[in-house]
């Protein structure tokens, strides 16, 4: 069945370094979704890539779907504290007309001060 | 900023009850989900809805579980028979359209079996 992968699972960093999160499907997708969750919470939005090799940015994030359509990257460039939780991939198969997600099972990240 | 809302926060039930959460998605939604998220694992889908009916269900989402949206506002999470395993974290969540749109979720209700 479907799976996405997503590693690492733990990501410890200082603040200022920077963190990337890598997902994988084992089938093509039509679309990737990240999302993030603070401790405690739920997941938020964060940015939807549709198109191969696609690139996008969000002030220090950049998300980035590959050329296959089958992964895809998060980076963080200069972590802050406010970094902290933990990020999801999140992808629609490719042909798919329904709305479900499968989701990777997260990467958490904890920003040192 | 509309935002999905649930309830209860948390919920705590005798192993074999039944329970009923609830959620009322953004007004102007019409794609309605349920997931699940066991305490430190990944967010699980059970069961996508619209037009009335149930358009996709996970293999998790078996006949202990009902959706339904009994009047134009709520949509709601029956598990029958609750077992111990059933204890996570249930979170709402709705979309606009399938297609290129965010789910927006909501804050979960966190079920406990006892």
């Known amino acids: 069945g479907q799976q996405v992968m997503q590693i690492p699972q733990y990501q410890h960093v200082q603040e200022g370094e920077d963190f990337t999160t890598y997902c994988n499907s084992s089938t093509t997708l039509s679309n990737i979704q990240w999302y993030k969750q603070r401790p405690g919470g739920h997941p938020v939005f964060l940015i939807q890539?549709?198109?191969?090799?696609e690139v996008k940015k969000q002030k220090r994030l950049t998300f980035q779907f590959g050329e296959a359509k089958k992964n895809s990257s998060l980076h963080i460039t200069a972590t802050q504290t406010t970094d902290v939780g933990t990020y999801f991939c999140?992808?629609?198969?490719?042909?798919?007309?329904?709305?479900?997600?499968?989701f990777g099972r997260g990467t958490q990240l904890t920003v040192w001060p | 900023e509309p935002e999905v809302t649930q309830t209860p926060s948390h919920q705590v039930t005798q192993m074999g009850q039944e329970v009923i959460l609830r959620c009322v998605p953004i007004?102007?939604?019409?794609?309605f989900y349920w997931y699940r998220q066991i305490l430190g694992q990944k967010v699980e889908f059970l069961v996508s809805f619209y037009n009335n009916e149930i358009s996709e269900k996970s293999e998790i989402f078996d006949d202990q579980f009902s959706v339904e949206r009994p009047d134009g506002s709520n949509f709601t999470l029956k598990i029958r028979s609750t077992k111990l395993e059933d204890s996570a974290m249930y979170f709402c969540?709705?979309?606009?359209?399938?297609?290129?749109?965010?789910?927006?979720f909501g804050d979960g209700t966190r079920l406990s079996i006892l």
């Open positions: 007004s102007n939604h019409l794609y």
């Open positions: 890539l549709v198109k191969s090799g």
């Open positions: 999140a992808g629609r198969n490719r042909g798919s007309t329904l709305g479900r997600l499968y």
């Open positions: 969540a709705s979309s606009a359209r399938q297609f290129n749109q965010p789910q927006h």
